[in-house]
């Protein structure tokens, strides 16, 4: 779909009309799902985590604001969902151990497992790595990755600093590396 | 020379270094080959990562298939049960002989006399035993409902769960102050000066009761003789069973001949061949049996209900009398204190000799036997038209309001979920609707719940319809599979499973509450409405 039809089809469901809130809901539901099953782990939360995202589009959208690119907003109020849901399912309210971004003396290090993955297969380790992270992990790496969120985009949602956001995706990565090596 | 941390490394390669300080990773990365190979591997990394993230999307779409495996795992499983149910039938007469062998699988004919004419007689029949059975069946959704909010809690607080779960178990479990003796042997005896303090459970070809039981007994046995006293019940699965002593508990006994000439404190519940209740015997309160012959000599305290070949009544029963039989003989010594309701097949089939004293009421009443309506094309032609309104009701309802149709059966749990949502909307809106009706302000509310309530139980089917039909009808690629043909291809399965034989009237229980509960969710999704049906809908 090109931009100027995306424009037109946000612009008549900020005026609640019900068909460009569905031609929404058929464009972008797959990637919701996406980034819900990711940030939440099961797919039934992530049916309905989806289901509520777009429960919740016809008063939601109407904060939208074309500065920010439509996905990347849907998928920033989606993320906030379920960062939500995550802390309402864990009896811990801090989610987020804030870890001290530490410096540390560098190993040089030059091969990872994760270079290594080089088809679907590999992806498919990959993937189930990140599943089994940790939520403290998983949700700034896939805000990361799968949103494409800068850092201070990624504080801003989880009420982190910047430099402990860093450590946690570098901590992510850390245990994905020492996950794979673990099963290859 | 002095290296950058890993962690500044991995920030750089994500774009995410200040102005000053990313310059100054990079004029230590001109002059350090370790940290520039380590930056690739870094950047390899972050490629492998975009990449794996991006290839999820078609979850979305293997989702939707989830539910035509389910159904054929369902199917699978049911086949194993039956086999394991085989397998455990065999293991049970080579641990306790006499159990079922005298039900020989060889011969067809006993096996339609005692299974078909009386269990199918009384499921479809029998008032008495559809409480039993209605009760069970409530119970069993409850255990259904209460297993489903365990299994979701389970989910978010295991430890908690487990506790809680394990000390409800203590509570309903054995008590704990009673202990169990277990005894096995090809003669299990019980010596007439013996007694034993605890409950006991045998295992052996014949076991003799001479002395005291303090407890219940459990035997399966060939031959089960009571000649003593058993202080709770006696449960025996077997062939002969005789009590001459006495019984003070219940008598729950699966045999081919039971004869009762001692006394039982409670019940008979009884299921085989025979039962004879000797002119001596006495039984406190009801009998309950079902079988070929039933002969009552002795007296029975409270109510008999019979599901069987032949009664002959020759003693006395001190309330009620009601019995589905093919031969029912009321002897001239047969005193019976309440009322007399029997079906048989032919009114000659009911003996009732004229000096036999009946307290209340007798009514006999023939019991009709119409074809199968199988066999009829009328019923395929009927069963046709239904369809057809089902799918035009359900194609009107989804252009009106398509949100209804948005829950899904994907998972079990999800299954589950809607039949426990179904059942409480079930039982609780026509109270509620009773209720708001006793308040005068609440009578429209009340009959428009009633209303309400009585098209979702009509429209149940269309749902679960809807719902199976996109699980096993798959669209193109990212997009759901056209609304009509789906509900076509589900409407087509759920009328065929409510029509089965049998089990059909239970199955189309299941799908009027999975089907309500479906109904509620798609109701509960649309309370802040969007849309219309999607492209491809």
Known sequence: MDEAHLQMVISRAMDDDAEALGELYGLFRARVFGLCRHLLGRQEDAEDATSEVFTRLPKSIKSYEASLPFPRWLLSVTSHYCVDRLRRRQLEQRLFEVEPAESLPLPVRETSPLQQVIDDEGRDKVKRAIAALPPQYRVPLTLRYYSDLSYDEIAEQLGLGRANVATLIFRAKQQLRRALSETT | ?537
């Open chain 2, 1 to 537: 020379m002095d290296h950058f941390p890993e962690l500044t490394y991995s920030m750089y390669v994500d774009r995410e270094l200040a102005g000053p300080e990313r310059l100054r990773v990079q004029e230590h990365l001109a002059r350090c080959e370790a940290c520039r190979r380590l930056v690739a591997a870094l950047e390899v990394e972050n490629r492998v990562l975009a990449d794996t993230f991006q290839m999820t999307d078609p979850e979305v779409i293997a989702a939707q298939g989830n539910i035509g495996r389910s159904l054929v795992i369902t199917v699978v499983s049911a086949l194993a049960v039956a086999l394991g149910l085989n397998w455990l039938v065999s293991g049970v007469e080579y641990l306790a002989p006499g159990v079922t062998s005298w039900v020989s699988p060889l011969n067809l004919g006993g096996l339609e006399g005692f299974f078909f004419s009386n269990a199918l007689d009384l499921m479809r029949e029998a008032p008495v035993v559809l409480d039993g059975l209605v009760t069970m069946l409530g119970l069993v959704v409850i255990a259904a409902i209460v297993f489903s909010i365990l299994r979701h809690l389970m989910a978010r607080h295991p430890m908690p769960v487990a506790i809680l779960a394990t000390a409800l178990f203590a509570l309903v479990a054995a008590d704990p102050a009673k202990a169990i003796e277990k005894r096995s042997g090809q003669l299990v005896r019980v010596g007439p000066d013996q007694v034993v303090e605890d409950s006991l459970v045998t295992s052996g070809e014949a076991v003799q009761i001479d002395g005291t039981v303090n407890g219940s007994v459990i035997a399966p046995a060939r031959r089960v003789i009571v000649r003593g006293d058993i202080k709770g019940d006696l449960v025996v699965g077997g062939q002969q069973v005789e009590i001459s002593g006495t019984v003070e508990g219940n008598l729950f006994v699966w045999c081919q001949t039971l004869t009762v000439a001692g006394q039982v404190g409670r019940g008979i519940y009884f299921w085989g061949q025979t039962l004879q209740l000797d002119p001596s015997g006495r039984v406190n309160t009801d009998v309950w049996a079902g079988g070929d012959t039933l002969r009552l000599g002795g007296t029975v305290g409270r109510d008999v209900a019979w599901f069987g070949g032949a009664i002959d009544s020759s003693g006395a029963i001190g309330r009620n009398l009601q019995v589905h039989t093919g031969l029912l003989t009321v002897a001239k010594s047969a005193h019976i204190g309440g009322n007399l309701e029997a079906e048989v097949h032919n009114k000659q089939d009911a003996q009732i000799d004229p000096g036999a004293t009946i307290g209340g009421k007798t009514e006999i009443n023939l019991i009709k036997r119409s074809p199968s309506h199988y066999a009829d094309p009328k019923f395929y032609l009927w069963q046709a038209i239904w369809l057809a309104a089902a799918l035009i009701l359900g194609l009107i309802l989804n252009w009106l309001t398509p949100v209804l149709f948005e829950a899904s059966l994907n998972t079990g749990g999800g299954l589950l979920r809607a039949a426990g949502i179904g059942f409480l909307a079930l039982v609780a809106t026509p109270v509620a609707a009773i209720i708001a009706c006793l308040t005068l302000v609440g009578i429209p509310l009340g009959v428009l719940g009633l209303i309400l309530w009585g098209v979702s139980l009509y429209l149940a089917k269309v749902f679960v319809g809807a719902a199976l039909g996109r699980g096993v009808i798959q669209g193109r690629a990212g997009e759901r599979p056209a609304f009509a043909l789906a509900l076509l291809a589900g409407l087509i399965i759920v009328f065929v499973t409510i029509n089965l034989p049998y089990v059909g009237p239970w199955l189309s229980f299941l799908v009027t509450l999975v089907g309500l509960g479906l109904a509620i969710l798609g109701a509960y999704r649309s309370r802040v409405r969007p849309p219309a049906a999607p492209a491809g809908l």
